[in-house]
């Protein structure tokens, strides 16, 4: 049989156990620092992120504006081509009037693309 303990055993085991459990708390509040600061240092590049997709967001470009955009070129192009035409046209008129193009050859060009007269 066990001899029941005496005092002192008693009060070296719960000194030990005071110990262990002073160790135990003092290592939690290290881990619990350690993810505090890597909490910390997360919060802190979600944050930069979330600054990065706002500015992402306000600056990019939509579908809409691409339209948009191409839209006005392309008008920017037919006005510039028209132009053009109004020159052809008057320079074939002045080369007709001057007999320098026949008349199916001054029918010819008009009628070209791409902006084509059918008749003059």
Known sequence: MNPEPTNKEILEAVNNLGTH???TDKQVGDIL???NAFSTKVDKRFDTL???V???KSN???KDDLERSQAKLKGEIVLLSRKGDV???EMA???R???VLTPSEFEHIMSMEPFAQLSV
């Open 21 to 23: 459990i002073e160790n």
């Open 33 to 35: 620092e350690v993810i």
């Open 50 to 52: 979330k600054s990065d």
């Open 54 to 56: 706002a500015y992402l």
């Open 60 to 62: 990019m470009v939509t």
């Open 87 to 89: 020159k052809l046209r």
């Open 93 to 95: 008129s002045i080369l």
């Open 97 to 99: 009037d001057k007999q």
